[in-house]
């Protein structure tokens, strides 16, 4: 065995076994252009989130209780502090990355979002009429310097701590639909980059020569970077070199992310950009997943879809103790002349298994008898909610073969039993998995996360201007607060569409 001659690749069918999810076609639930949401506007958005009991509840009385204080101090404020928090989601529903643009929106020619929000009166001329005569903008329309004033009421770690909660609980009420949970038996996992104009300081494993040590002057914090002196401006971001390639350098954060494969954010974590992937995801599984989404997500076989970058065994064993198969590989299905000499390598080259002596595997992991024949899938949940992978072979001539993936690992030239008190990491738990590189199911899951990430993705840059551009983010907590603004709007948009697509005769009614 090892080397093998030159063979064709066998064509295989895809076929669906009865516990494997299939790729589902579709629009994301909350798009525009879903006929339940089209006449909604983005104030109507903004609305949508501001009518639930997520609101009520959790940014209501925070607002109550700053407002009490403006009130004691005797200040006549025009705006109320939901109101202007009402006015930020607005900004957020257009994907405005500033409160100049959204000010113009409310304020320019079209009538419609100050009518539906409510700031089509004259505020300053109620509460403060001694004013009016400086004024110089539209009044009823608050200006950059109050909205200025009411994020400093707030702080910013307030804000991302109570948007956190609301998006939380708007996803819970979420994940309670039949809809969600059947979108969500196929999941994806990524990472995407949330860039800020300001500086994190720049740290490395090795000693580089391109940056120095930080020195602290008059209670800031400096670099030196090439020779020039740089303040950290961005204290708790990451930074990333662009050595790592154009999708992940620069300044700032990554959004680790599991969503539905319709395109529902189920789980995520912000962590610095120089963070660990893998690690952040195995820990975004472990805590927010397992807490806040497996317990809706119970009772039927899941596959986690991602890409090479999240190979890490104690990942695979995690999503397996959650019911979910994971479907991940070790070379890169990409076009680069690389990844397909690696894909090609990794093909064939043959290694034996111990006891089956009639039978080998691929550095891929696909499995396959002397004359060729290769192994059946059998992947399902045990009495406690596991994921089992298995691959089962048969042929009369080389006998049969059954391989449970995690209990096996891979030595230096072959694969070989763990012994019962074996490492989770240092078991091979893509061995056995039939989700391998050129499996058709798991292509299919890969084509398919491929479309609805353009399609989550695309979005969040495009209409949210989320993870488009680099943001004037010098927090954490303000990148979180945009982030789980954006959500909640998703998942508000995404419950008002599965709420209206039941009442047929009421929409038919409204066109
Ligand atoms: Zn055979």
């Given at each position: 065995m090892g080397k093998s001659k030159e063979e064709p690749i066998p064509i295989r069918r895809l076929r669906w076994s009865g516990n494997l999810p299939k790729p589902r076609p579709g629009?994301?639930?909350?798009?525009?252009?879903r006929p339940e949401l089209a006449g909604l506007s983005e104030a109507d958005h903004a609305l949508l989130v501001r009518d639930t009991d997520a609101w009520r509840e959790v940014m209501l009385p925070v607002c109550e209780e700053i407002d009490a204080e403006r009130s004691k101090r005797g200040i006549k404020f025009a705006y109320t502090s939901e109101e202007l928090e009402l006015v930020l989601l607005f900004g957020r529903a257009c994907g405005h990355t500033t409160y100049k643009k959204t000010r113009a929106t409310l304020a320019g020619d079209d009538a419609e979002p100050r009518k539906t929000l409510g700031f089509d009166k004259p505020r300053i001329a109620q509460s403060?009429?001694?004013?009016v005569k400086t004024l110089r903008r539209l009044d009823g329309v608050p200006s950059q310097s109050t909205i200025t004033r009411h994020k400093q009421r707030f702080s910013d770690e307030r804000r991302a701590e109570i948007w956190m909660e609301i998006e939380r609980r708007l996803r819970a009420e979420h994940l309670k639909t039949p809809e969600l949970q059947e979108e969500a038996r196929l999941l994806n996992l990524d990472g995407s980059s949330v860039l800020t104009h300001y500086h994190a300081e720049r740290k490395s494993k090795e000693k580089s020569k391109d940056f120095g040590s930080v020195e602290v002057i008059d209670g800031e914090r400096y670099q030196k970077i090439f020779g020039h002196r740089q303040k950290?401006?961005?204290?708790d971001g990451g930074f990333v070199p662009t050595s790592a390639g154009p999708d992940k350098c620069g300044h700032g954060w990554n959004l680790v992310m599991v969503s539905s494969s319709?395109?529902?954010?189920i789980a995520w974590r912000l962590v610095p950009?120089?963070?660990s992937e893998k690690d952040t995801a195995l820990e975004l599984l472990q805590g927010e997943f397992a807490r806040e989404a497996a317990p809706y997500l119970r009772n039927q076989l899941r596959v986690l879809t991602a890409d090479?970058?999240?190979?890490?065994p104690e990942l695979r064993a995690a999503v397996r103790s959650l019911g979910i198969v994971e479907n991940i590989?070790?070379?890169?299905?990409?076009?680069?002349e690389i990844s397909k000499k690696r894909a090609e390598h990794s093909r064939h080259t043959w290694l034996p298994i111990d006891g089956y002596p009639t039978w080998q595997a691929n550095h891929h992991r696909e499995i396959r008898c002397c004359c060729g024949k290769g192994v059946a899938k059998r992947i399902y949940l045990d009495g406690q909610g596991h994921a089992i992978a298995r691959s089962e072979g048969k042929c009369p001539k080389c006998g049969s073969i059954s391989i449970r993936s995690g209990d096996w690992r891979l030595t230096d030239d072959h694969f070989t039993r763990c012994s019962p008190s074996e490492l989770v990491a240092k078991r091979?738990?893509?061995?056995?998995?039939?989700?391998?590189?050129?499996?058709p199911n798991s292509q299919a899951y890969g084509n398919a996360r491929f479309g609805h990430n353009e399609g989550l993705h695309g979005t969040l840059s495009n209409?949210?201007?989320?993870?488009?551009n680099k943001r004037w983010f010098r927090k954490l907590a303000q990148a979180q607060t945009e982030t789980a603004m954006t959500f909640a709007l998703v998942q508000a948009l995404a419950l008002e569409q599965r709420r209206r697509a039941k009442e047929p005769v009421a929409l038919a009614a409204a066109a």
């Open positions: 629009d994301v639930p909350w798009a525009k252009k403060q009429p001694y004013k950290i401006t961005c204290p319709s395109g529902v954010p950009l120089n963070a090479g970058a999240f190979q890490k590989h070790f070379t890169s299905h990409a076009d680069r091979d738990w893509a061995f056995g998995n039939p989700l391998t590189f050129d499996d209409r949210f201007a989320l993870i488009r």
